[in-house]
């Protein structure tokens, strides 16, 4: 009986350790999302300007008006 409450312990012990560091992976996944989404944001903002500079370039460009109306 004494053995089977040691045991029991031992398990509940073992879970509170691996409920902390799960929380701790959480934190750590939760913090690195949060980094990626802001880069991913920067780098989607990126994306457009370049897009509307070479939007711009390609207006300049002789003849792409012509192209257009084709």
Do not use: W, Y
Not at 44 to 58: F, M
């Amino acid at each position: 009986m004494i053995s089977e409450f040691l045991d029991l312990s031992r398990k509940v012990g073992q879970l509170a350790e691996l409920a902390t560091a799960l929380r701790r992976e959480n934190a750590e996944l939760r913090q690195r999302c949060a980094a990626l989404d802001e880069e991913n944001a920067d780098l989607v903002e990126r994306i457009d300007e370049a897009h509307n500079r070479v939007a711009q370039l390609l207006d300049r460009l002789p003849g792409s008006k012509v192209q257009e109306a084709a």
